[in-house]
Each structure stands twice: as C-alpha cells, then as structure tokens.
C-alpha cells in the first residue's frame, strides 16, 4: 500500500517562497509512476499544481509556472514542491499524489493533505 | 487555462439516477480521453471514481459511470445511496501537457 505524507511550514509570509516535502512509503518512487501536487483553496476546487518523474522531468501548471519548481530526491524516496513570492491566493492545502499514469490525470494514492496560510 | 464547467449543484432521490456534466472544450475534454472524475467527501481525501473516461478502479462501485460526448464529459451515479452525497470534480489532460479540473458539483440525496 502506497503512503505518502505531505511536511513543511504551515504558515508562510507574503512574498516568500512556500516549501514542502511529500516523503513515499512502502513504495519505490523510481518505479515507473509520477508524482504530483495537487492543492485546494478553502471551500473551493481542486487545481493541479505540477508532476515530476523519477528521472526529475516536470510538468507544470502554466498558470503557477514562473512561480513553481517541482523537484524529487530517489535516495531519500521523496519529492519537493517550491511556489515562490506567495500571496493570501496560496493559502490552501497542499495535496501530494501518485499519478497512475502520464496524461491520464489519474491520481490514484494521496497524502493526508497540509494547510499551508500565507499572512504575515 | 479555465476550469471545466460543472453544474454547483445536483440532488436525487435514493435509487435515482443522476448525471453530473463537466463541459471543456476541444483542447481538454474533446481532444483526449483522459478525463478522470473524483469524488470528496467533507474534510476528506479525493478519491478516483471513474478514470480515461469511461474506466472503473477496482472497489468502486459499479453503479458508477463515464461518459463523453465531444467537449462534454459525464459521471453518472444509479441507484442513489446516501454515502454518495459528496463533491464531485472532473480533471482532464490538455494540450498544455496539464491538468485542468472542474469547478465541483455537490451531490445531495435528498
């Protein structure tokens, strides 16, 4: 059973840069999967914030690109989401998910989930 | 890009039938038949209902369903139970390389 779990600050001030960590369990993240970050405002929708694969390809929400790098470490089985000069429009939680397979938008395991709020 | 189109709001009755649309256009939802449909339940994780379309993951019932008709894609539930009272979004892939999800619909049995 695959297990992901999202980590990083809760509470990030405008203009700085939000970091987390998504570490995988029971899982080798060099198996042929992506790995993605997926986040949700408060009482809103879903939106798609980027993919990476193991061999550290990225694909990116256009919307969010200038302002995001998605990066993964295989020794440490874990991927990394960095959105920088943050705004109260970040505030949401942070979801990391295996995507089953490129282009299918199947993300079929998720992390728990983490609330990051952006305020000074 | 913009968010595919959903209706805010759907509600049946227990055993009804009901459909929930997700309209995109031909650089989304038409173009690809990647379209994955979730549902959430309150303070809960997303959960993968019907995938490419029209496919079903293992566990999810089969009163559970996809289709797509051009840019519009649908998720329909039969046989109405109460545990499917939930949002339901739609994502689709795009000619972007991305993803692009549906504003929500929030299914309740009335």
């Known amino acids: 059973q695959v297990q992901l779990q999202e980590s990083g600050p809760g509470l990030v001030k405008p203009s700085e840069t939000l970091s987390l960590t998504c570490t995988v369990s029971d899982y080798s993240i060099t198996n042929d999967y992506f790995w993605g970050w997926i986040r949700q405002s408060p009482g809103e929708g879903l939106e798609w914030i980027g993919t990476v694969y193991h061999t550290g390809t990225a694909y990116y929400n256009p919307s969010l690109k200038s302002r995001v790098t998605i990066s993964i470490d295989t020794s440490k089985n874990q991927f990394f989401l960095n959105l920088n000069f943050v705004t109260a429009a970040d505030t949401a939680v942070y979801y990391c998910?295996?995507?089953?397979?490129?282009?299918?938008?199947?993300?079929?395991?998720w992390g728990q989930g983490t609330l990051v709020t952006v305020s000074s | 890009q913009s968010a595919l189109t959903q209706p805010a709001s759907v509600s049946g009755s227990p055993g009804q039938s009901i459909t929930i649309s997700c309209t995109g256009t031909?650089?989304?939802?038409?173009?690809?038949?990647?379209v994955t449909w979730y549902q959430q339940h309150p303070g809960k994780v997303p959960k993968v209902m019907i995938y490419d379309v029209s496919k079903r993951p293992s566990g999810v019932s089969n009163r559970f369903s996809g289709s797509k008709s051009g840019n519009t894609a649908s998720l329909t539930i039969s046989g109405l139970q109460a545990e499917d009272e939930a949002d339901y979004y739609c994502?689709?892939?795009?000619?972007?390389?991305?993803?692009?999800f549906g504003i929500g619909t929030k299914v309740t049995v009335l």
């Open positions: 994502c689709s892939y795009t000619s972007s390389s991305s993803y692009v």
């Open positions: 998910a295996r995507e089953a397979s490129r282009r299918s938008g199947n993300f079929d395991y």
């Open positions: 031909s650089s989304d939802v038409g173009g690809y038949n990647y």
